[in-house]
């Protein structure tokens, strides 16, 4: 009893430490976790890079930095090439790829080579890495012998390197938000986009260039320099559970600006019915029943819209089987 009356200050710290990391550990990464912890799934770390070998390690490393600097290598001013939009790779997926539900690569390494029904075929990494040049970054295709597809590649592997073969860890890519009751609300997400995200993404959506000009700093959401119309992010479903999760990037500094499900949807309507490079790919979607409820372009197996398909209500268009 003298002990502990000696040490009372230490048992109080220790409760205090325990009851702030309850309320400051975001409540997605809670739930996920502890759905994790009861259901056995596997919980992603990242790779020792000491454990590569200097020719590896220097690899995966140039990938890393063609990952998070892409437009100072393969921007308009590229070092290496002139083959895409501005942005970089990890201006979609965040932190190089590695943030928990930020678009990450964790999952890529175990469940490639994998057969997607946009494209019809069994696709590898390189085509994978290819679709974002192409869609995400309105630009052109890497040689898949280049030093820069092979360096991309490696520091994708690598990533996901501790990760069991067909397994998807928890936080992998981008979360599923449930669909709203009710079609997108472009209106009020222009209200919310003002609100909460011009200032840093600008009033136009023209995003903020880094001082030297050489790749943004918070990407462009519109306009010649954004995402064309057949990226993933264009997809309403996609963008809103990237922003759910992701977005205000600063809201650490203004936590009141944090989104609810029905402002990350609205958002993200918005956003993506504003003005941006028109890419499309005739050969996407051959069997069209495999299309996803929000794909914003025709032919479908039913009788909505394309304004339906890509603003909702998507439950009834869930519900006929689309």
Known sequence: MVFLRSYWWVFLLMVIVIIAAIIFIPSDYQKYNTSANKEGRFEWEMPDITKLSSTEAELVGYGKELVANTAYYLGPKGKIASISNGMNCQNCHLQAGTKFLGNNYTAVNSTYPRFRARSGMVENIHKRINDCLER????????????????????????????????????????????????????????????????????????????????YIYPPLWGKHSYNVSAGLFRISRFAGFVKHNMPQDASIHMADTLNNEEAWDVAAFVNSQPRPQKKFPQDWPDISKKPVDHPFGPYTNNFTESQHKYGPFPPMKKSGS
Not at 137 to 153: F, P, R, T, V, W
């Open 136 to 215: 995400s970054l309105n630009g052109q295709q890497l040689d898949s012998s280049s030093l820069e597809m092979q360096a991309i590649s490696a520091y994708i592997k690598w990533i996901g390197s501790s990760v069991p073969k067909k397994v998807i860890p928890v936080g992998a890519g981008i979360a599923d938000l449930p669909f709203l009751d009710r079609a997108t609300d472009t209106t009020n997400g222009k209200a919310i986009f003002f609100q909460k995200c011009s200032r840093c993404h600008g009033t136009n959506g023209e995003g903020q260039l880094n001082i030297a000009g050489t790749g």
